[in-house]
């Protein structure tokens, strides 16, 4: 077991073996050695929340049945509309890597969980079984794994604080105390995440800061609200969504029992920046970072997946915007994209290639002259980044799409031209010759519902997503009857048109 630190996971402190050896023995171990009352598993709905089943713990037979075997649930409940309520049992069961010391309650030991059919197989229409699939699908065409990690933005509300160190209007961008106020309830945050999950990189604060928030609901009014952000490592794609979607779960638990509120609603205000769910990705082949050619150039590879993305960046909007208010974020202007198009560190494009490392490293011994021994890696660090998903996302289902359209660019030639075309420079929304050759992202949940029925065959492919997924998706989409929304508000007059922002910018808080 390597050397302890302060967020080293404490059940393989407990256990002495990393997570990924984790077996039903060790779990028992824990069990009696922490004396735990109960077992919780969570597991994903069809709405991205997290869902809970506690099941005490009477005696080590009963736990060792429950770590072999999993519960009952009722898929119907769960999966409404999608499972019939005649044939509506599935088997929740535990994947023992996951497991993690509740946080919240000392006498949990908790998982992540996978739903199983009466036949033992994985719920094809379950959203963690519909990225398995295209995980895999990936490996089998490709011959490597599809690694990804998100940027987790959030406005924190509290009540307001002392009216001194007031932080500026969007310069909230990695600002410090005392000009933020909520450092020690991130750090709480960061430490739950980082124990559990082991794949946090960074948090800071972001740039969005409302002094006090105008709403119609009780729960927000006269808030005070800043943005932050907590960055992932990246992960097997299937490993980074259960980070995501605990992370949430984890937040909003820490905010609460601050007396906080936590959302990842895609616009709060008017005029100040969104929470976007930037995801980062990068192709891994025996434990090698695949993004970058020798010279440090981005590769073939990298290309084509940039191409892919580029091939569905339009319909992905359905499982990475779900909601109305995420079209008052992709507007010009606000670092959010609204353009089909890739670039070189370019925050106005959808896709951005970040530095990497690729061409440079050990940079702290041009500062630091007395370190003389080299860090050496070998692994590499290059990602692209897809800028237009935000907090609304369908965490599992947009990370399946994005592997889907990884998984179509690498093993078809014409994503190599599609890149090429579509690769920019400088700040797209001050060349109005270049905008006008560029595809537009959808301009509301209608649209997008459309492009993805469209598009079906692109998710369809390989049996990956079930028809009924799609369906359902577009379905939920229509529902939030926004065709030609922000051409509705511009004709408004001003009063009314702000008020009318803020109700749809409130009504989804925390649908996701």
Known sequence: MATAYALTNPLSLLVNKPA??????????????????????????????????????VSRRQAEWVLADGERVDGSSLFKGMVDAALSDLYVMPVYKTAFLNPFDDASL????????????????????????????????TGMEFYAMGELEFFLLSEPKSPIYVS??????????????????????????????????????????????RSDLEEIREKQAEQLEIEFLPVAVEDAADNLVLARWLIRNVAYRHGCVATFTPKLEEGVAGNGLHV????????????????????MSGKKVIGGLCKYADSLT????????????????????????????????????PLG????????????????????????RQTVELRSPDGSALVHLLLAGLTMA??????????????????VSGNIFKDSKLLKTLAAL???????????????????RDHVFPPSIIEYVAKMLQAENDENMNQKLVDLPADDRLHETRKIMHKDLHRH
């Open 20 to 57: 990924a050896e984790f077996t039903r023995e060790d779990l028992i171990k824990v069990i009696e050695q922490k004396q735990i009352e109960r077992i919780t598993f969570h597991y994903t709905g069809l709405d991205g929340k997290l869902k809970e089943l506690k099941i005490p713990v």
């Open 280 to 299: 980062h990705m990068e192709l891994m082949r025996n434990g090698k970072n695949m993004m970058t050619e020798e010279s440090g150039k981005l590769s």
């Open 318 to 353: 359905a499982f990475g915007n779900t909601v109305s208010s995420a079209y008052l974020r992709l507007v010009p202007n606000q670092e959010a994209p609204t353009r089909i198009c890739w670039s070189d560190m370019n925050r106005s494009a959808m896709i951005r290639v």
């Open 442 to 460: 959808p301009t509301s949940c209608v649209e997008s519902s459309r492009i993805l029925f469209q598009n079906r065959e692109l998710y369809e």
């Open 168 to 213: 500026p209007k969007q310069r909230g961008y990695h600002a410090a105390g005392p000009f933020v106020k909520s450092g020690l309830i991130l750090d709480e945050m960061v430490r739950y995440i980082a124990q559990i999950t082991g794949a946090v990189k960074y948090a800071h604060s972001e740039v969005g800061y409302v002094e006090s928030v």
């Open 357 to 380: 490392w690729s061409k440079v490293n050990n940079l702290a011994e041009r500062l630091n002259p007395q370190q003389k021994e080299h860090l050496v890696e070998s692994e590499g």
């Open 406 to 423: 990884a998984e179509w660019g690498m093993k078809n030639e014409e994503a190599i031209q599609h890149a090429e075309k579509l690769y």
């Open 110 to 141: 908790d998982f992540i969980c996978r739903y199983l059919t009466k036949d033992g197989e994985l719920a094809s229409f379950a959203p963690d079984a519909i990225l398995h699939n295209a995980s895999e699908l990936f490996k089998k065409t």
